[in-house]
């Protein structure tokens, strides 16, 4: 339960040291609120409920520069994802020090991800077992275990983020459930205030009746029950068009490598994609 889950009580409290050691600040008298060592970088994306990972395992040496963080609230499910990527950058690390042929002094055993008890993660890891190195080697993936619904703005200031995704969110079927969908108008301005104007939210899902929800609650900005207040969601974001979103290559990775999708495609199920672009801020009076 919440009581459970550690956060920082503001993203300058944040220590995001031990989850990207690559991109630490030689300067060690750089230090967050908290006392731990500051990053070269921002984090940047985010993948809300990200399950087994495998949108950030995509996007890892698509965007090697960018720092990305996957949040999940199962227990289970976060310790898979965070032993996965343990795996992937000790894999790198060993190919990296093979193929320049400078003897490593890590003693450190190959991991290979714990087994999730989960029955629907996945059970052979395509990329662990290959010998392909891959730009970023994944240094710049991490995955932490949030309930995102509650504490986001918690670990993202203002304006901190350049994308975040949705993928296949619980669809919640029932109406007196849709109030735990993660998509809605409360959450939307959370998006939108950790968003920076330009940066862009991704969503898919295979249940229509939801995309059609997305769209209504980020294009209309639709309250829970139907009214359309001025300043809500409608004035944040615009959907970004077709020619676009068939050309950005992050959609491909959401659409193909999510583990959900995996399944979706297995089941020749619909996907439903829809991607919006925060707008500027509206200037107040
Ligand atoms: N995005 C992944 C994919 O495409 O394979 C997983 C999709 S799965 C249907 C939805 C995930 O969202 C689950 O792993 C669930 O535990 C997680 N989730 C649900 N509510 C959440 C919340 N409030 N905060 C963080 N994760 C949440």
Redesign the pocket.
């Known amino acids: 339960s919440d009581h459970k889950l550690n956060y920082p009580i503001s993203p300058a409290h944040m220590d995001w040291s031990s989850h990207f050691p690559a991109f630490v600040d030689p300067d060690e008298s750089k230090k967050n609120l908290s006392g731990g060592r500051k990053l070269t970088k921002e984090v940047e994306v985010v993948?809300?409920?990200?399950?087994?990972g495998?949108?950030m395992v995509g996007l890892a040496p698509l965007l090697p520069d960018t720092l990305m963080v996957g949040?999940?609230?199962?227990i289970s499910?976060l310790e898979y994802l965070s032993s996965r990527i343990h795996a992937l950058r000790n894999q790198q690390q060993r190919l990296k020090s093979k193929s320049t042929n400078t003897p490593t002094d890590s003693t450190e055993p190959i991991a290979t991800p714990v087994q999730s008890t989960d029955p629907s993660s996945p059970t052979n890891d395509d990329e662990i077992g290959t010998d392909k190195i891959f730009p970023g080697n994944f240094e710049n993936i991490t995955a932490i275990r949030?309930?995102?619904?509650k504490f986001l703005p918690n670990f993202f200031a203002h304006h901190q983020l350049s994308k975040i995704f949705i993928?296949?969110?619980?669809p919640h079927f029932k109406a007196r459930k849709h109030k735990a969908r993660?998509v809605s108008e409360t959450l939307n301005s959370e998006y939108a205030y950790v968003l920076r104007p330009g940066g862009l939210l991704y969503t898919i899902t295979d249940v229509e009746e939801y995309h059609h929800w997305v769209l209504r609650h980020f294009l209309h900005g639709e309250l829970e029950d139907g009214s359309t207040p001025p300043g809500s969601s409608k004035d944040l974001f615009e959907r970004v068009s077709e020619e676009e979103v068939d050309a950005d290559p992050c959609v491909r990775v959401m659409k193909y490598e999510?583990?959900?999708?995996k399944k979706v495609t297995r089941n020749k199920g619909n996907k439903y994609v829809a991607v919006f672009r925060r707008k500027a801020d509206p200037e107040w009076p």
């Open positions: 993948d809300i409920g990200c399950g087994f495998g949108l949040m999940e609230i199962r499910v949030s309930n995102t619904m993928c296949f969110p619980d993660i999510t583990e959900e999708s």
